[in-house]
């Protein structure tokens, strides 16, 4: 048998004797009445005088009293001692320190909550998204495994969300002779989303993720009614298909709706939740491909999902981390290539320094380096650059490219609403495109596309390529979303054109991506009938339906 003592003179030890009872609360357990523990249990009851839990310790200077305790200890009764323990062990479970500080500590007070600040600088801005990432990385973490939330993480958010909303009045200052205007409309709604999700996945309502999903028909851009419309048509799509065994998806327009500036493009919390949810609940193998670099100031510096869930393919997927070390890219670009591409971007970075152009360093993308390909913003998402400027620097862009490859051999550029992209082309004189990207992963995974059934979401014609490579491999099993608005008549035309062209059915149209989100979160609570264990490429373990539940088992 054993027996745990700690006898402190005063308090101390604490951890060592709850650690003893959660470990083994099959053990018999003295304390001096010096030691913090025996305090706590003392006020709690849990030392009476007819049945006492614990044998304590008056005096410890008295050898008789400290020995018969000892004794009694010893020859104790297994049943007795077990029953005994499991009283505390029951106790320490329900106060750990959780419980304590919420008693006792102002949440406010942690060294870890955001403060309100004066955001008057974009170092000040990009500071406090950062900040918000921290925290809401923390709450996905927390919520994927059930560990409860912090009262602190709201108060952070709250305090971010009223320091950009004083930061409104006036426009946000570049340094002291420039000021930009920064539209922030979407990091303040992300925030107050945040903010009701902590309060819905909270609650105790058997309700709660249906109740957080209808809280997002209010940012729908034409109406509430069609938002639940177009969930509808969505997750009707889902129970058709039932199962994914195959998951590719952009980020950005798709699954997060653009922010003014990258940096500040922090995937909220409930969409980090809801996504890892679907990846563990509804598809097995799933992928982010995106246009954004992996790193410095990258896709990986702006996502809150835990890894494990989804593979990340940035440079429109040259270059893919599956885990820390799992990660590959490209190898078909020559050296040469990528030196000249490096010139491209010094060139343009270069440009930018100029007075007149400094505002598109700091709109959207900005200027970004990836494998493969530069990225320079020429419009933000509100429209704000005017058409000369625009024209101005799509003329110097293409100038820049002409003078290091005046042959066009190196280069294309593609041009956007948003941004200009200048990409080294492969060995055939193409782009490698998202496409291309997913058939790199697929071929290192070695997977078969051929077989099961996949899920393609993107919002842009740069997201194309990668719904075709599906089709090809796989007409008739393919579903796919896409989150374009009405007035975009064109890229429907071609996202329906191109499903037709395979055959294809499985199309749904949606407005914006808390529609998609607000899909994927309804999907996660309905049953499925595939059996796990028969399909070609297990990913992700299988799980109940609450949001709240245990992170899953890499098993890949």
């Known amino acids: 048998m054993d027996v745990g003592v700690v006898t402190p003179k005063k308090d101390g030890m604490n951890l060592v004797a709850k650690e003893m009872m959660l470990c083994n609360s099959a053990a018999g357990l003295i304390l001096s009445t010096g030691a913090g523990s025996e305090m706590q249990f003392s006020m709690a009851g849990l030392h009476s005088e007819q049945d006492p839990n614990y044998h304590r310790v008056d005096d410890l200077f008295d050898v008789e009293a400290f020995a018969e305790v000892f004794h009694k200890a010893l020859t104790e009764i297994r049943e007795q001692r077990e029953r005994h323990g499991k009283v505390l062990n029951d106790f320490i479970m329900a106060n750990d320190i959780e419980r304590w500080s919420q008693t006792f500590l ?22 406090l998204m950062l900040r918000t990432r921290d925290v809401r990385r923390a709450i996905v973490e927390r919520v994927l495994k059930g560990i409860p939330i ?83 048509a969505v997750v009707d799509m889902f129970f058709d298909a039932d199962h994914f065994n195959y998951f590719f998806t952009d980020r950005d327009g798709t699954l997060k709706s653009y922010s003014c500036a990258y940096p500040a493009s922090i995937q909220p919390a409930y969409s980090g939740v809801i996504q890892a949810q679907f990846a563990r609940r509804c598809a097995q193998t799933c992928a ?24 990340i393919g940035a440079s429109v997927g040259r270059e893919w981390y599956v885990e820390p070390d799992n990660k590959f890219k490209d190898q078909s670009i020559p050296e040469h290539d990528l030196q000249q591409l490096n010139l491209v971007f010094d060139s343009i970075a270069y440009l930018l320094e100029d007075s007149e152009f400094k505002i598109f360093n700091l709109i959207g993308s900005g200027l970004q380096k990836h494998f493969g390909h530069v990225t320079i913003a020429h419009q933000d998402s509100s429209n704000t650059i005017p058409t000369e400027l625009k024209k101005k620097i799509d003329d110097k862009i293409h ?86 608005n009405g007035q975009n008549i064109q890229l429907r035309n071609q996202v329906h054109d191109l499903c037709k062209k395979y055959g294809n059915e499985h199309l749904v149209f949606v407005s914006c991506p808390e529609v998609l989100l607000g899909s994927m979160a309804q999907a ?25 539940e245990g992170a899953p088992t890499d098993d890949r």
């Not at 609570?525 to 709240?548: F, M």
């Open 288 to 311: 982010i491909v995106t246009t954004a670099p992996m790193m410095r100031v990258g896709i990986l510096d702006v996502c809150t999902i835990p890894e494990g869930y989804y593979y």
């Open 399 to 484: 100038a820049i490219v002409e003078d290091i490859d005046p042959n066009n051999q190196l280069f294309e550029i593609i041009i956007d609403d948003r941004d200009i992209k200048i990409f080294v082309k492969t060995e055939f004189g193409g782009i490698f495109d998202k496409g291309n990207g997913i058939e790199l992963l697929i071929n290192h995974l070695k997977c078969d596309l051929t077989e099961g059934t996949i899920l393609v979401c993107g919002d842009s014609i740069t997201d194309i390529p990668m719904l075709e490579y599906c089709l090809i491999k796989n007409p008739k099993n393919v579903y796919t979303v896409w989150v374009v």
């Open 150 to 232: 912090r009262q602190h993480f709201a108060i952070s958010l709250q305090n971010a969300k009223e320091s950009l909303e004083l930061a409104c009045v006036d426009a946000t200052v570049a340094n002291k002779d420039n000021t930009v205007d920064f539209y922030i409309k979407n990091e303040i709604e992300e925030l107050e989303k945040d903010l009701k999700f902590l309060e819905f996945i909270q609650s105790e309502d058997v309700f709660n993720i249906e109740q957080f999903i209808s809280s997002l028909q209010i940012y729908h851009p034409d109406s509430e009614e069609r938002f639940r419309n177009e969930v509808a």
């Open 106 to 127: 102002d949440p406010s007070w942690s060294h870890l909550v955001i403060r309100q600040t004066d955001v008057t600088t974009l170092d000040d801005f990009f500071n």
């Open 524 to 548: 996660t609570i309905r049953e499925i009938s595939i059996c796990r264990g028969a399909v070609t490429h297990h990913r992700h373990s299988s799980s109940t339906t609450q949001l709240e």
